[in-house]
């Protein structure tokens, strides 16, 4: 069994954390954000249970801080934690409610994709399809957390 800490991470995740914010200090974030033609918001199963994909099959992340339809998370905070940029609003795929999908524009004019009025973003440390290392976490002024098919966030 997987040794625990911090509210239920494995110590494994918790370390992939740390490292990734590591290299966050020294390096250029690799923003995973898709392209506008591909640019969906799904449902899928996890160890979190039923919960918020792109279409390439990333987790998408939701953050405390942010208010709805605004993102609290600008600079350093979105290098380690990109927003899901979009050209146009994200088609809604399988579980999605379809009026709830939409876009905010960000301070920098992009558009980010949302669900319920909440920004979604990627976290830079997950690399492959389906990966959640960061959940439950607390950074830059509140906590990142998968979201759920009805818009809340996983604690």
């Given at each position: 069994m997987a040794r625990r800490g911090?509210?239920?991470?494995?110590v494994r995740s918790i370390l992939l954390c740390l490292a990734s914010a590591a290299v966050l200090c020294g390096g250029v974030a690799e923003s995973v954000a898709a392209s506008g033609s591909r640019a969906s918001v799904t449902v899928r199963g996890s160890s979190f249970g039923r919960i918020l994909f792109d279409g390439r099959g990333f987790v998408l992340y939701g953050f405390t801080r942010d208010a709805r339809g605004k993102s609290g998370c600008t600079g350093a905070c979105a290098r380690a934690w990109p927003p899901y940029i979009v050209k146009s609003r994200p088609r809604a795929g399988k579980g999605i409610v379809s009026s709830r999908v939409g876009t905010?524009?960000?301070a920098d004019g992009?558009?980010?994709?949302?669900?319920?009025g909440h920004p979604l973003y990627y976290y830079v440390g997950d690399k492959r399809p389906g990966q959640i290392l960061c959940q439950n976490v607390n950074e830059f002024g509140g906590f990142w957390r998968v979201v759920r098919p009805a818009g809340s966030l996983v604690s």
């Open positions: 911090l509210r239920g991470m494995t905010i524009r960000r992009r558009l980010q994709a949302t669900y319920y």
